[in-house]
């Protein structure tokens, strides 16, 4: 069977997480969201765990080739053997090297990059929607999952606010930066014909149906050569 070796792009809101938790489960991929394998490193305080650490310490992006190393690492461990689900990296051409370099030296290659796209102003209403408790437990969304009463907590009466992180103005300025730093990405995956486009304002079900049917064809297509 082919490897699925698995990139994910694709704005805040367009529904990432949702389709990045099915596939690790119907594929039984690891999941290597930056955040959490730099920090999976720090607790088992590993070598690169240990520089890591000093630079978040010290309030400083981890470097490139450190992320690199730390995706090399879980590579190398054979847990990712039959393919991975990368996410949060690469976010730049450089990283996009980066990991070309690491996948090269490997004998291995991307299947493909999935990309859930949605516009701007839908992942705005999606996220400038969203409430969460004063209590900071019960996130709840104006639209598509109120509170029985408005302003107040469901679970444990508290007023609701909306987070900064949701605000309009917060929202499409991260949708800005994501533009600027994912168009070149697009473009260059666009070429080398891996990148798969998917429609996150359709539901996540038929998200998730539509990436299994492309890769369940991709890995025909690959098996067949
Ligand atoms: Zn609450």
Same mark, same amino acid.
């Given at each position: 069977?082919?490897?699925?070796?698995?990139?994910?792009?694709?704005?805040?809101?367009?529904?990432?997480?949702?389709?990045?938790?099915?596939?690790?489960?119907?594929?039984?991929?690891?999941?290597?969201?930056?955040?959490?394998?730099?920090?999976?490193?720090?607790?088992?305080?590993?070598?690169?765990?240990?520089?890591?650490?000093?630079?978040?310490?010290?309030?400083?992006? *981890?470097? +490139?080739?450190?992320?690199?190393?730390? %995706?090399?690492?879980?590579? =190398?461990?054979? #847990?990712?053997?039959?393919?991975? /689900?990368?996410?949060?990296?690469?976010?730049?051409?450089?990283?996009?090297?980066?990991?070309?370099?690491?996948?090269?030296?490997?004998?291995?290659?991307?299947?493909?990059?999935?990309?859930?796209?949605?516009?701007?102003?839908?992942?705005?209403?999606?996220?400038?929607?969203?409430?969460?408790?004063?209590?900071?437990?019960?996130?709840?969304?104006?639209?598509?999952?109120?509170?029985?009463?408005?302003? *107040?907590? +469901?679970?444990?009466?508290?007023?609701? %606010?909306?987070?900064?992180? =949701?605000?309009? #103005?917060?929202?499409?300025?991260? /949708?800005?930066?994501?533009?600027?730093?994912?168009?070149?990405?697009?473009?260059?995956?666009?070429?080398?014909?891996?990148?798969?486009?998917?429609?996150?304002?359709?539901?996540?079900?038929?998200?998730?149906?539509?990436?299994?049917?492309?890769?369940?064809?991709?890995?025909?297509?690959?098996?067949?050569?």
């Amino acid at each position: 069977m082919s490897q699925l070796n698995l990139v994910l792009l694709g704005p805040p809101g367009a529904g990432k997480g949702t389709q990045a938790d099915r596939l690790r489960k119907d594929f039984e991929l690891p999941y290597y969201s930056t955040g959490i394998i730099l920090r999976e490193a720090m607790a088992n305080g590993t070598e690169l765990g240990k520089k890591a650490k000093e630079y978040v310490e010290a309030g400083d992006l *981890v470097p +490139d080739d450190l992320i690199c190393d730390v %995706i090399a690492e879980r590579f =190398d461990s054979g #847990e990712a053997d039959n393919g991975f /689900l990368l996410d949060g990296f690469p976010r730049t051409v450089g990283q996009v090297e980066m990991l070309d370099g690491l996948l090269d030296s490997r004998g291995r290659e991307l299947t493909a990059v999935l990309l859930i796209e949605a516009p701007d102003d839908e992942v705005v209403r999606r996220l400038s929607g969203r409430r969460t408790c004063a209590k900071g437990q019960h996130v709840y969304h104006i639209e598509f999952d109120p509170p029985k009463h408005e302003g *107040v907590c +469901d679970q444990d009466g508290s007023r609701l %606010i909306q987070r900064d992180d =949701d605000k309009p #103005e917060t929202v499409r300025n991260r /949708l800005a930066v994501y533009h600027e730093q994912t168009a070149p990405l697009e473009k260059l995956y666009e070429k080398r014909s891996v990148l798969r486009r998917f429609d996150g304002t359709r539901t996540p079900d038929e998200v998730n149906d539509r990436i299994r049917a492309t890769l369940a064809t991709k890995r025909f297509e690959d098996d067949e050569q």
